[in-house]
C-alpha cells in the first residue's frame, strides 16, 4: 500500500482548521448575543409596543448561544485530535460531516441561485475545511493509536 505522508500533519491541518472555525463561531456568537440583547431592549417599557423587538431579540440571542455552543464543541475536538484522542476523532469526525453538509447546501444553493462565483468565497473555504476535516480523519486512524509516536 502506498504511504501518502504522516497522518499526524494531515490530522493536525484538519484540527487546525476546526480550531479556527471554532474561535471565529465564538465570536460570531457573542457578537449575535449582543446585537439581540439590545434588540430585545429597543422595546418600549410603557408597554405600547407590540412586543416585536424583544421575540426577535430572544431568537437572535438563542442563535448567539447555539453559535457559542457549536464553537465550543470544535475547540474540545481540535484540541482532542491533537492530544490523539479517540473521542476527538470521533466528535470530530460528526463535526466534520454536520459542517460539510450544511455549507455544501448552502453552497449548491448559491450556484443555483446564480450569484457571482466571486462572492462564494467564504462557503468555498468551509466546504473544504469540513472536507478536509472528514478526510483527515476517516484515513488518518494510525494517528490515534496510543502506542504510536508522531514521525516526521
Do not use: Q
Not at 434588540?39 to 405600547?48: I, K, R, V
Not at 412586543?51 to 431579540?57: C, E, P, S, V
Not at 442563535?63 to 490523539?84: D, K, N, P, S
Request: proline share 3%.
Amino acid at each position: 500500500m502506498e504511504r501518502r505522508g504522516p497522518p499526524w500533519l494531515f490530522v493536525g491541518l484538519a484540527a487546525f482548521f476546526l480550531l479556527v472555525a471554532g474561535l471565529l463561531s465564538l465570536v460570531t456568537g457573542a457578537l449575535f448575543g449582543v446585537l439581540g440583547g439590545l434588540a430585545a431592549g429597543l422595546e418600549s417599557d410603557d408597554g405600547s409596543g407590540t412586543g416585536l423587538f424583544g421575540a426577535t431579540g430572544a431568537v437572535v440571542v438563542l442563535y448567539g448561544v447555539a453559535v457559542v455552543a457549536w464553537g465550543i464543541l470544535e475547540i474540545f475536538a481540535a484540541a482532542a485530535m491533537l492530544v490523539r484522542r479517540a473521542w476527538g476523532r470521533v466528535v470530530g469526525l460528526v463535526i466534520g460531516v454536520i459542517g460539510l453538509a450544511f455549507t455544501g447546501l448552502s453552497l449548491v444553493r448559491a450556484l443555483g441561485s446564480g450569484e457571482p462565483v466571486g462572492s462564494m468565497g467564504v462557503n468555498v473555504v468551509l466546504v473544504a475545511g469540513y472536507g478536509l476535516v472528514v478526510l483527515a480523519l476517516v484515513t488518518g486512524g494510525e494517528h490515534f493509536r496510543r502506542g504510536d509516536r508522531p514521525r516526521a
